[in-house]
């Protein structure tokens, strides 16, 4: 198992680490971690690690038995499409949302925040693409206005996380994902609520055909 040293902020640099190495299946699903050995190899203490591990349990790259320690997330092609399907009808609605409501001021921060995606996506860091992709979520749901819409989301994002690792994890998923991100912008920016909506619902779907295998239909 490799797992990179980590520097200071050091609970941050823990979870990056081990979140890396899950992305990068040097950590195989269903494996389990073990305390002692991860603060050997990043050189932290055991209160930290569970702090990471906590952390990345969240995000749904862990998952933590009780009386157990951490063990990879295994998600199964079904629970994955079943995601995507609630994911295609929450986001599609909270784009649609965010067309009506928006204010100017949060279209631009959207469109900033979509840059910076872009970037994370040139760059070819996973663990940086997710981290913007959760900033500009952020936007998109503030926009949109529906706190319980948001709410319904924030459950569904650790599994989103390890599905969208394993989709820009892929061939030249990243480059065509950025794409597809600024057209939809685009629409919004023009306050398009039927063209943004079905552009992203074609992302969402190019995503689960990348992340499931080209045969996959939600």
């Known amino acids: 198992m490799r797992v990179t040293r980590v520097v200071a902020p050091v609970r941050a640099q823990a979870v990056e680490a081990i979140r890396a ?28 690690i569970r702090e990471a591990c906590r952390q990345l349990e969240a ?14 997330a295994r998600l199964t092609d ?3 499409r079943a995601v995507y399907e609630v994911r295609e ?23 900033d925040v979509a840059d910076k995606v872009e970037t994370a ?45 394993r989709s820009l994890s892929r061939g030249d998923r990243p480059q065509q994902s950025i794409g597809e991100i ?7 920016r023009q306050r398009d609520a039927d063209g943004a909506s079905s552009l992203w619902r074609e992302h969402i779907r190019n995503a689960a055909a990348t992340a499931l295998g080209s045969d996959s239909r939600i």
Do not use: W
């Open 21 to 48: 190495d899950i992305i990068s299946g040097a950590l195989a699903p269903g494996q389990r971690l073990v305390e002692r050995e991860l603060c050997e190899q990043l050189d932290v203490s055991r209160n930290t």
């Open 59 to 72: 995000e749904g790259f862990l998952v933590i038995p009780p009386h157990k320690g951490p063990t990879v």
């Open 89 to 111: 009808a929450l986001e599609c609605f909270a784009v649609r949302l965010f067309v009506e409501r928006a204010t100017d001021e949060q279209m631009a921060e959207l469109a």
């Open 182 to 188: 600024k057209l939809v912008v685009a629409k919004i």
């Open 121 to 165: 996506h040139e760059h070819g860091d996973v663990s940086a693409m997710l981290d913007v992709k959760n900033d500009f979520y952020d936007v998109l749901y503030s926009g949109a206005g529906n706190e319980v819409l948001h709410n319904q989301a924030r459950l569904l994002h650790g599994r989103l996380a390890q599905l969208r690792a």
């Open 78 to 80: 079904e629970e994955a």
